[in-house]
Nanobody
């Protein structure tokens, strides 16, 4: 079993910055790619950014150039640095972990990010 815990986020004014963190833990856990998704009421969860084990990254067009995804040296932690935040970035952000030991896909509990105009 993989336990995924998120931290960070909160309320910020437009143009400000926030960081959200994700940590995956479990006996012998080893991960493939990790990703951040976000969801607003009435809409499906949408991919924000993704990072592989080789630190290859990809971003949604709406956040490219403003958000930076990274992983810790142990590869079981992941971060999302969000700069130049806009009100439309307001959402519940979820960490997603693709684990190959044990096999499975895991989600964090969600972290609220609110950007005021």
């Amino acid at each position: 079993q993989v336990h995924v815990v998120q931290s960070g986020g909160g309320l910020v004014q437009s143009g400000g910055s926030l960081r959200i963190d994700c940590a995956a833990s479990g006996d012998g856990v080893s991960l493939n790619a990790m990703a951040w998704y976000r969801q607003t009421p009435g809409k499906p969860r949408a991919l924000v950014a993704r990072i592989t084990n080789d630190d290859d990254t990809s971003y949604a067009t709406s956040v490219e150039g403003r958000f930076t995804i990274s992983r810790g040296n142990a590869k079981n932690t992941m971060f999302l640095q969000m700069n130049s935040l806009k009100p439309e970035d307001t959402a519940l952000y979820y960490c997603h972990a693709d684990s190959f030991n044990p096999r499975g896909l895991y989600w964090g509990q969600g972290t609220q990010v609110t950007v005021s105009p």
